[in-house]
């Protein structure tokens, strides 16, 4: 008997023995193609020996060190690229472990900057419906999906939500693409007001929707608006970037797409490629600039910020997505997969939607594509695309939305950058093979 406590109780997962490219191996030698990295994690597949090395000669050099007392080399340097490449004025890096405590940071620094500011009174964030921060408590509350939220909302924090910039569920008949991404943005400017604009702090948003949509991005020109509504009443822009950063989705930072800069950023998954869990929030200088003139202490930490292991291999990925210039690499294989998603399935009587960018990719599933209807969710359409692919070899990332009422099935593609034109069509030929199982 396990003694794991895994999230899904009664699901017998095979065991993983050991990883070769873009492919995971379990124990009994079947093979899995990662199209969705995990989630959205691989980018550089499972054996970089680059990321591999680095990581055993950190190990073998300094394996810990607390920075209540020390800073390291790794760190040094990851925070020295990061700001390297990073857009606008952003200027400091906060290395944590993983998504969660990027946007959990994000969401303190916020409130600390306006304390540190004697605005005290600016407390409330805005986020979006339909989205997904992370699963600590802070980044739960500003996460917009409403069946992760449920049975902890007594102990969320207030957050406001607005609607998601949704081309194919929010743009109305005959509304442009650039007329639609207005009006969405215009819901946060009336959330501003109805808050009082000297109460707000900051509003959240991911660049490209990954978990609870499947890879939606906003319309052209919403997320300009978004900037200049938050300048506009001095409320902090914080764009996650966890799923959708370091590359996915043919930028560096997802951020470059909208030409738009937030205050702070949030970046995880593709930072440590799931060699090692890190994750990083970046600040522009006058963030840190008010703290550091100010009480000189950000008052918020965990034990293993900055690791210098963790730092080692997100070092070794960024190096290698600059040195081998893996980003334009997603743009041309990210072509290729929006052209054969197209070939293959926008005639599916059941394919609503196809949209993405770069290598992250969603297909939305609905009953009748005439009405848009979505499936009944008592039909568990996701969980049954998952298991088909999956014994077909195929790691996909499909997620049901309409058990809280919100949205519908969609299944989100998000394959390693080094996956070849030849290894793509597998996968496009076995999630064919998985949705005719199950529709
Ligand atoms: N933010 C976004 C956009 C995510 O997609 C996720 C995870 O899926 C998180 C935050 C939380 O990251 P983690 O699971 O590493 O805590």
Known sequence: MSHIFPRHCHATPPTASHGEGCFLIDTDGKRYFDGSGGAAVSCLGHSNDRVRRA???????????????????????????????????????????????????????????FTERGEPQRRHLIARRQSYHGNTLGALSAGGNAWRRAQFAPLLIEVSHIAPCYDYMGRAEGESPEAYGQRAAQELEDEILRLGPDTVMAFMAEPVVGATMGAVPAAPG????????????????????VMCGMGRTGHLFACEAETVVPDILCIAKGLGAGYQPIGAMLCTRAIYDTIAGGTGFFQH?????????????????????????????????????????????????????????????????VADRDSKTPFDPRLGLAGRLKKAAFAEGLICYPMSGTRDGQLGDHVLLAPPFIATEAELDGAIDTLSRALDKVM
């Open 55 to 113: 990581i055993k000669d950190q190990v073998d050099q300094l394996a810990f060190a607390h920075t209540g007392f020390f800073t390291s080399d790794p760190a040094e340097q990851l925070a020295d690229l990061l700001i390297a490449n990073a857009p606008g004025d952003l200027d400091r890096v906060y290395l944590v472990s993983g998504g969660s405590e990027a946007t959990e940071s994000a969401i303190k620094l916020a409130r600390q900057y």
């Open 222 to 241: 919403y997320f300009n608006r978004i900037r200049e509504i938050c300048d506009r009443y001095g409320v902090l822009l914080i764009l996650d970037e």
């Open 301 to 365: 930490g965990h034990t293993y910020l900055g690791h210098p292991v963790a730092a080692a291999a997100g070092l070794a990925v960024l190096r290698e997505l600059l040195d081998n210039d893996l980003v334009a690499q997603v743009r041309a294989r990210g072509a290729y997969l929006e052209q054969r998603l197209h070939e293959r399935f926008a005639q599916h009587p059941h394919v609503g939607d196809i949209r993405g960018r770069g290598l992250f990719w969603g297909m939305e599933f």
